[in-house]
């Protein structure tokens, strides 16, 4: 079966059904989502934006089991995450969701790839080896392997962040604003390898972002509005991006 095949035939990565999130009390409550229904096809790489405060950090963080959820479900795969205890949303972290944010949040101690190893070294699991060499690869970081992260750039820091989130397997990666520490060069690197893993590795991810040229990377934009997802587009273009962006904030 090719890849395409897999990904038609594969059911959503991540579900997430009548999702709401309240903060707060009484006359100091906030509603950051408002009754999301959405799902994240396996293989696909899908953006979410909108405005300042629209609740993307919100909803990625209740996908993520970072945070739980006022009320609704969410599902990663066939295994539903509202309502695990602490100790099974953990594990569940650990193996099927990989995590890239806008700090690199890399052990200054270790080299890149005792970084990208660190996850399977912290769940006992052996490292799958032509994985690891297709990913070191992938992410052009071969030469850079003994390195510490204050000798690389922001943009190969956040590579091996990202190859670190991949070396595992997730069903998933969501990445909050993985670019937002980067310049305009080092972004377009990361955002290629993003892609490159979708497209090479099947991976899904799930990117926050509000920078109109990274969500074009993605194969389809979700956008929220007041804690609702409003509206969507498949095949972004930096312009379709910011005309649908300019829409939602008149
Ligand atoms: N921990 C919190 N306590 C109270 N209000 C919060 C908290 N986190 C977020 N909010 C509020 O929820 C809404 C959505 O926030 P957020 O998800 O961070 O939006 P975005 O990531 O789109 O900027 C905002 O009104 C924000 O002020
Ligand atoms: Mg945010």
């Given amino acids: 079966m090719t890849l395409t095949e897999t990904r038609r035939q594969a059911p959503p990565a991540v579900v997430a059904t009548d999702l709401t999130k309240v903060y707060g009390q009484g006359d100091a409550q906030v509603h950051a989502l408002r009754g999301v229904n959405v799902s994240f096809a396996t293989g696909a ?5 909108g405005p300042s405060g629209s609740g993307k950090s919100t909803l990625m963080h209740c996908l993520a089991g970072l945070d739980a959820a006022t009320s609704g479900t969410v599902h990663i795969g066939d295994v539903e995450l509202t309502g695990l205890s602490d100790k099974r949303l953990t594990m569940l972290r650990r193996e099927r969701i990989g995590f890239v944010f806008q700090a690199f949040n890399l052990l200054p101690t270790l080299t890149a790839e005792q970084n990208i190893r660190l996850p399977l070294e912290i769940s006992a699991r052996q490292a799958d080896q032509p994985l690891f060499d297709r990913v070191i690869d992938t ?7 003994s390195h510490r992260p204050t000798e690389l750039s ?94 939602l904030e008149a």
Wanted: cysteine-free; overall charge neutral; aromatic content about 4%.
């Fill in 139 to 145: 992410v052009g970081l071969r030469d850079r392997l």
């Fill in 45 to 49: 790489f899908t953006a979410i934006m």
């Fill in 154 to 247: 922001g943009g190969q820091q956040q590579r091996v962040a990202v190859a670190r989130a991949l070396i595992s397997k997730p069903q998933v990666i969501f990445a909050d604003e993985p670019t937002g520490n980067l310049d305009s060069r080092s972004g377009a690197e990361v955002l290629s390898f993003l892609r490159t893993s979708v497209r090479e590795l099947g991976q899904t991810i799930v990117m926050v972002t509000h920078d109109p040229v990274a969500a074009s990377y993605a194969d389809r934009v979700v956008f929220l509005r007041d804690g609702e997802l409003v509206t969507e587009i498949t095949a972004p273009t930096p312009q379709s991006v910011l005309d649908t962006l300019v829409r």
